[in-house]
T-cell receptor, first 114, second 110 residues
C-alpha cells in the first residue's frame, strides 16, 4: 500500500530533550515536506526537500532541523524542544515534477513539550 | 509572509445541496492553488488544484474557481454527502513552498 508513515504518533517530552520524528514514504517520491498544524493557524511549512541531500527552509524553520540522506526518509529533528513547539506535525511527499500540489500526507504526530 | 485566509470558519449544508467554500489569497506570484480535505484524526488529502493561468477546473463532484482580479478561490461541491463533512483547506504554491489557509469546517446535515 502506498503510504507515508510517521513515528511516533504521539510524544510527550520535556523542554530541551532532543527528539526525532521519523517520516518514510514508499512511493519513490522526490519531494518531501514537514508541516505543523496549530489551531487557528492552519498548516505551516517547516522544511522541504526536493531530493536526496537537498533541503530548504519553509515558512517556520526556527528550532527545527531536517536531513535527507535517503530518498524514502525525511526525519524532523528538534535539538532543544520548547513548549511553543507543541503541535501536530505532518509529513508529506509527492513527485518532483510540476505541480507538486498532489501531496500525500502522513497520519500526523502529536507532540507535547512540557 | 504569505497570507491565505478564509471567509468563514464553519459551514453547514443539507445533504444533497451544493456547498461553496471560499478562500482569499495574497500572493500574485503563486502558480498553483490547491484544495485539501482533512477528516478528523487524519492527514490532509488532496482534492483538486488549479493553475494560475486558468479560471475554472472541474473534478468529480468538485469545481474550483479562481478569480485573480480579486485574489479569490472557491471550491464547489455538488450534491454534498455526509462523507464530505471535514475541514477544507486552500493552499497556494509559490516556487516550491506551500502556504495554507486556516480551514473551513463543513458539516453536512442528513
Amino acid at each position: 500500500e502506498a503510504q507515508v508513515t510517521q513515528n511516533p504518533r504521539y510524544l510527550i517530552t520535556v523542554t530541551g530533550k532532543k527528539l526525532t520524528v521519523t517520516c518514510s514514504q514508499n512511493m519513490n517520491h522526490e519531494y518531501m515536506s514537514w508541516y505543523r498544524q496549530d489551531p487557528g493557524l492552519g498548516l505551516r511549512q517547516i522544511y522541504y526537500s526536493m531530493n536526496v541531500e537537498v533541503t530548504d527552509k519553509g515558512d517556520v524553520p526556527e528550532g527545527y532541523k531536517v536531513s535527507r540522506k535517503e530518498k524514502r526518509n525525511f526525519p524532523l529533528i528538534l535539538e532543544s524542544p520548547s513548549p511553543n513547539q507543541t503541535s501536530l506535525y505532518f509529513c508529506a511527499s509527492t513527485i518532483a515534477g510540476a505541480p507538486l500540489s498532489q501531496q500525500f500526507f502522513g497520519p500526523g504526530t502529536r507532540l507535547t513539550v512540557l | 509572509g504569505e497570507s491565505v485566509g478564509l471567509h468563514l470558519p464553519t459551514l453547514s449544508v443539507q445533504e444533497g445541496d451544493n456547498s461553496i467554500i471560499n478562500c482569499a489569497y495574497s500572493n500574485s506570484a503563486s502558480d498553483y492553488f490547491i484544495w485539501y480535505k482533512q477528516e478528523s484524526g487524519k492527514g490532509p488529502q488532496f482534492i483538486i488544484d488549479i493553475r494560475s493561468n486558468m479560471d475554472k477546473r472541474q473534478g468529480q463532484r468538485v469545481t474550483v474557481l479562481l478569480n485573480k482580479t480579486v485574489k479569490h478561490l472557491s471550491l464547489q461541491i455538488a450534491a454534498t454527502q455526509p462523507g464530505d463533512s471535514a475541514v477544507y483547506f486552500c493552499a497556494e504554491k509559490t516556487g516550491n513552498q506551500f502556504y495554507f489557509g486556516t480551514g473551513t469546517s463543513l458539516t453536512v446535515i442528513p
